[in-house]
């Protein structure tokens, strides 16, 4: 699975008219405040709809109703102000006790930090101390309507966070720049993710399969480009893919201080760089490097780009804080750093001919 | 209740001494030319914000990125909710209440005069700015119109302190509005006109005055205080430097909760009006009406984190605004039983006005239902930030606010224009807005519920067919209000002489006034029985 895009036809578990009952105690529970709700709002919206709607046809004027002169009672005032308060309260205590067990995030067997950026979401296992970024996979084409829209159109990502079932898994979430929400509807979860500050949630899901949702809180340009992607395996699936993993994060290690050593060309340097320019770059600085006046720099006959390599270096490793230019160290690899400023410094008619090493771009990293 | 002596009000008119052409526009002093003036304004703020939520509607027709980019999407509804609220919704209460409050307290005109010119010509500047705001490098302002921050300080576009110093225009305009009200009602009543005998638009309006003048400085401090951490370096609601993004919140709905009461008070009071009039029969409890309108009016200071349930709050205030919410139940839901009662037992008709203030009351209490259910926290997780809110408060500030707004145009037409409207063409109106409507709102609550978010330009495909429904519908209530703007024309400029009193029904001192009403209102005080 890995880096596989995932389009797995396990339970989807979507309704289009109503809220979904989703796979959790907790979810169920919110299904059904929900349901009792709006029950109790329909009965009612029939009462005093009916109530009125008796009134418009039978108290008409063209029927010859005549005008009755009361016009207060304060023992009808009192009922009905009476009477609602006993319905709220009613409503009041389901909601209470699911909310208390909502917020109690204790004794949980996993823990999993949510970090939301524009516009992905990084998980980090605290158990394993490993991580990785989850983006969007549905391709722009589909998007711009030139090819045909998959079946998981904007809510499919390049690797989703796996989760074992029948596990209290706990979130501890929070953001890098602007506000986002993680939000998974059938786990009944949605926590804003704010910078700077750590928001926890959880849960405890009973039935393995892919679940989807989507970035609720307006963060930016893609905002409806974030989607939130769950597998939830059964635990020794879950083991066997946490081992998988551990040997990734291995080997990739060694092959960072491999590539130290390596040499970059110019031809494999503008081959990986335009790669990684369109999948992480283009969506501000643009494809061709022309920026959006006013809100992202172009790149295109930039001084950045066409100046001081270091700075430039520099501003792609470490960002810049107060504006929307992210730190990419941790978001890419040495190697895909060095290919990505060198296709900068080299696309478009840039043409400065520098190669950026990746011995170049590791001091600043780390 | 009331009638008056206007026997001299013909005299007065021969010593009107306005100036003619435009320059009667801009220096006027007159209530019924500034009350035009908001509500002329209005409407044409209702088309822009209307003409950009047929923007957003063409891209959502269907899934893809069609018309425009994302960052110009999110420019058309942040720009689309800043209109609709501080350009269409308030300015046409503000409109209302000059025209009708010096008429149905007896006074002559509105207490501050000059002062109310002023606080209306500043408004049309502050559009201006925001507008323009628009074709600026970069962009307008493209962070929702609840600007949350940091998406409105570190990451906004250029254009941010266009943004702030038109919110702070529209602030002062608001502010200055509300004090002439205040003043007005407490000073200018006619002898005899004690508090309990104002009409209940009145009354609202008092009330609606008060929120506006506690609420709108706490506006003008959020986005002074964007301004001064997006250029001048402050923190207060970035962590980096000691501050936190949600401060922002909690004051921005420290003001924005009230804000949402400011907007739908003056319709109760507008629905009061016109309900018992074409019942034939006395408002059902007038006083219990008061007493619910200022209980909603407290309530809405301790609600405001309702709207940041998933920021994460500690359990115990979850719960606090939890019930706190859910108690403004009980006001707003007798408000809608004495309504039902003026109408049990009534002598009823359905004149445009009526069908109006009916549809609101159905309409207006669907998005009451929504708002109870989102009052409850561990459900409003999973609608939150979903076309269930959207629905919701479309719901109260469509077919409430602007329903209202329509129901007291055609109702108070004749006395302002002295013609009677034409009454086809307003029930035309009428049942393409209230068809259109519901196609356009409802299904958005089955959108939200299947979990679409809002604020996004493009959907996953099984939101898709609910969409184009929506569009469609949205297309259909936008063409339907240019009905409304012929109506008022063709009323403006003639078509049958209204009497004084053209609503059989119809209480109050304005109705005792000849049609048109003639420029200056009680030139002498009226008596009042």
Known sequence: MGTAVFTSSASSNTSSLNMTQGVT??????????????????????IVFGAMFYSIINHRKSKGAQAAQFHESTKVEIIWTVIPFFILIGMAIPATTTLIEMEDNSEADITIKVTGSQWKWHYQYFDHDFGFYSLMATPQDQIQNISEKGEHYLLEVDKPLVIPI????????????????????????????????????????????????QC???????????????????????????????????KAKQAEQQALASTMNMAD?????????????????????????GAFPKLKDSPIALGDIKAHIDVVVNGKPGTAMQAFANQLTAKELAAVITYERNAWGNDTGDVVQVSDVTPEAK | MTTLSTADSHEHEHHDHKPKGLMRWILTTNHKDIGSLYLMFSFLMFLIGGAM???????????????????????????????????????????????????????????????????????????????????????????????????????????????????HIMGISSILGAINVVVTIINMRAPGMTYMKMPLFVWTWLITAFLLIAVMPVLAATVTMVLTDKYFGTSFFAAAGGGDPVLFQHIFWFFGHPEVYIMILPSFGIVSAIIPAFSRKKLFGYSSMVYATASIALLSFVVWAHHMFTTG????????????????????????????????????????PMLFAIAFIVLFTIGGFSGLMLAITPADFQYHDTYFVVAHFHYVLVTGAIFSIMAASYYWLPKWTGHMYDERLGKIHFWASVISVNVLFFPMHFLGLAGMPRRVPDYALQFADFN???????????????????????????????????????EGLEWDMPSPAPYHSHTTPPEIK
């Open chain 1, 216 to 250: 609720a809180e307006l963060c930016g340009k893609d905002h409806g480009f974030m989607p939130v992607v769950v597998q939830a395996l059964p635990q020794e699936e879950y083991d066997a893919w946490l081992a998988t993993q551990l040997q990734d994060v291995a």
């Open chain 2, 313 to 352: 709050m500690p359990v115990a205030a979850e719960l606090f605004f939890m019930y706190c919410t859910m108690l403004i139940s009980v006001p707003t839901g007798v408000k809608v039983f004495n309504w039902v009662a003026t109408m049990w037992r009534g002598s009823l008709t359905f004149e445009t």
């Open chain 2, 468 to 506: 184009q429904l929506v569009s469609i519908g949205g297309f259909a209530f936008g063409l339907s209000q240019l009905i409304f703007l012929v109506v008022v024309i063709k009323c403006a400029r003639g078509g049958e002489k209204a009497p004084a009193k053209p609503w059989e029904g119809a």
């Open chain 1, 166 to 213: 029948n596990k209290k898994v706990r979130f501890l979430i929070t953001a890098d720049d602007v506000i986002h929400s993680w939000w998974v509807p059938a786990f009944a979860v949605k926590q804003d993710a704010n910078p700077g500050f750590i928001n926890e949630a959880w849960t405890r899901v009973n039935e393995p399969g892919i679940y989807r949702g």
């Open chain 1, 25 to 46: 105690d907790i979810s169920h529970r919110v299904y059904d405040l929900h349901m009792i709700i709006l029950g109790i709002c329909v009965i009612i919206g029939i």
């Open chain 1, 269 to 293: 340097s503008m081959t990986l760089g335009e790669q990684t320019y369109l999948a992480r770059c283009a969506m501000c600085h643009q494809v061709g490097g022309e920026g959006i006046a």
């Open chain 2, 53 to 167: 939520a047929m923007v957003i509607r063409a891209e959502l027709y269907q899934p893809g990125l069609q018309i425009v980019e994302p960052n110009f999407f999110n420019q058309m509804t942040t720009v689309h909710g800043l209109i609709m609220v501080f350009g269409a919704v308030m300015p046409a209460f503000t409109g209302l209440a000059n025209w009708l409050i010096p008429m149905m307290i007896g006074a002559p005109d509105m207490a501050l005069p000059r002062m109310n010119n002023w606080s209306f010509w500043i408004l049309p500047m502050a559009f201006s700015i925001l507008l323009s705001s628009l074709f600026m490098e970069g962009g307008g302002p493209n962070f929702g119109w609840t600007f949350y921050a940091p998406l409105s300080t570190t990451y906004s576009p250029d254009s941010t302190a266009l943004f702030v110093f038109a919110i």
